[in-house]
């Protein structure tokens, strides 16, 4: 049993380019997350799924995009990557809501140069 | 492989009460543990322990860190409605330069006080 996986663990970006963070679950949830870890910042998040074709905006979607075609994926895109776009990035998955339980992926550390 | 495990999952008391939570962890080079407290979908960041035996004190609530026994406890004296909520634990372990930051987060603890 995997829990949430999320790939790539580490990745340099230039300014500009374009990205996708891959998230899977294999535990059927139907409540997927991305949030975003700056020091001493806490967790932000980014954006929200409540099941396959639904998405929302969190807290800090500005420059993010994400799609849910299937219930265990959920990929993240950054867009013309920024420099403020520097953080770790965790996606978690919980089932029908955060008071349920989370599992959180082990995150992506993304920097832009 | 990191480890954190949140104890109870889930706990119902009075409003009044005093609650405890708990939580265990095993991790390579740890760094700190952080509690947070979730009551939407973006937590709210709690405490911040990286030193043994140190409590943390924030109004209601407490915390102190075990690092011979490897387990930290969150305290809510005088429990209200509003502190019902799912109560994250994290543990930062020093990045060795393979992959993210090391925050190994817990299963959470869903807290609710009743009137």
């Known amino acids: 049993n995997a829990g949430v996986t999320q790939t790539p663990k580490f990745r340099i970006l230039k300014i500009g380019q374009s990205m996708t963070l891959q998230c899977t679950q294999d535990m059927n949830h139907n409540y997927m997350y991305w949030y975003r870890q700056d020091p001493g910042m806490g967790l932000k998040l980014i954006y929200y799924?409540?099941?396959?074709?639904?998405?929302d905006k969190g807290e800090v979607p500005n420059g993010y995009n994400v799609s849910r075609s299937t219930t265990e994926d959920f990929p993240l895109r950054l867009e013309l990557a920024a420099p403020s776009q520097t953080s770790v990035y965790f996606c978690?998955?919980?089932?029908?809501?955060?008071?349920?339980?989370?599992?959180f992926g082990s995150g992506t550390r993304l920097t832009v140069v | 492989e990191d480890k954190v495990v949140q104890s109870p999952l889930s706990l119902v008391v009075h409003e009044g009460d005093t609650v405890t939570l708990n939580c265990s962890y095993e991790?390579?080079?740890?760094?700190?543990l952080l509690w947070y407290k979730q009551e939407k979908k973006a937590p709210t960041f709690l405490f911040m322990l990286t030193s043994s035996g140190i409590e943390k004190k924030s109004g209601r609530l407490s915390s102190i860190l075990d690092k011979k026994e490897l387990f930290s406890i969150l305290n809510i004296t005088a429990t209200q409605t509003g502190d019902s909520a799912v109560y994250l634990c994290a543990v930062e372990a020093r990045w060795s330069g393979g992959g993210a930051d090391g925050l190994t987060f817990g299963k959470g603890t869903h807290l609710i006080i009743q009137p």
């Open positions: 978690a998955s919980s089932l029908e809501g955060f008071y349920y339980g989370y599992t």
């Open positions: 991790v390579t080079n740890f760094r700190s």
């Open positions: 799924s409540v099941g396959a074709g639904i998405t």
